[in-house]
């Protein structure tokens, strides 16, 4: 049952790189989301997407892009890294309309140089 | 636009005391509100949730209050234990299912022994 990961755990990159971050889940859950953490901001919600082809922006989306061509995959790229996306990333999924819990991922850390 | 607002910041008790994390949200149309416990170095995970049609819900020693009218809501550990010690989430989200979790800044609760 391995549930939902979040591939690296780690990264650290410098500023103007592209970054990909993985994110996969095995329940075949309709929703799933990437939020970035920071002190003092809490969760905040980066995009999320309703099924594979559909995703929306969230709170933060400014410097990120999403893709979503298979139910079990939610990538997240930053295209050019900039400091002030130093974060942990955390990806979540949720089944769909009958269930509102969230599943978080273990997050991945990442440090921009 | 911070539409959920927790505190506070930190918490430290004596195992065995109650401690109590608030929330006020802005916002009438949530109408979910979840809270998340994080451990260091993982993903946070649903602790207990409410519905506005109900003011108390309770799971073992966790306890949502919630009041409609002064739009808050609080979370209550009884008899806490130093393995209580984590990082608790509030959160909001409007529509039967909402899909987008509006979360609080978090509070780090230490327990001591």
């Known amino acids: 049952d391995a549930g939902i990961t979040q591939s690296p755990r780690y990264k650290i990159t410098e500023t103007g790189r592209q970054v990909t971050l993985m994110c996969h889940q095995t329940?075949?859950?309709?929703?799933m989301f990437w939020y970035r953490q920071d002190l003092g901001h809490g969760l905040r919600l980066i995009y999320y997407s309703a099924a594979a082809d559909i995703t929306d922006k969230g709170e933060v989306p400014d410097g990120y892009v999403v893709s979503r061509s298979k139910t079990e995959n939610f990538p997240l790229t930053l295209e050019s890294a900039t400091r002030s996306q130093t974060s942990v990333y955390f990806c979540a999924s949720r089944l769909g309309q009958a269930s509102d819990t969230q599943y978080f991922g273990p997050g991945t850390r990442l440090t921009v140089l | 636009q911070q539409q959920v607002k927790q505190s506070p910041q930190s918490l430290i008790v004596q195992k065995g005391g109650i401690p109590i994390i608030n929330c006020a949200y802005e916002n009438t149309a949530f109408d979910y509100f979840p809270w998340y416990q994080q451990f260091p170095g993982k993903g946070p995970a649903l602790l207990i949730a409410?519905?506005?049609?109900?003011s108390e819900k309770k799971e073992g020693r966790f306890t949502i209050s919630f009041n409609k009218s002064a739009k808050q809501f609080s979370l209550h550990i009884m008899d806490s234990q130093p393995g209580d010690s984590a990082t608790y989430f509030c959160?909001?989200?409007?529509?039967?299912?909402?899909?987008?979790?509006?979360f609080g800044e978090g509070t780090q609760l230490t327990v001591n022994p």
């Open positions: 409410i519905r506005p049609d109900v």
């Open positions: 959160a909001a989200s409007r529509g039967t299912s909402g899909s987008r979790l509006t």
């Open positions: 329940w075949s859950h309709s929703y």
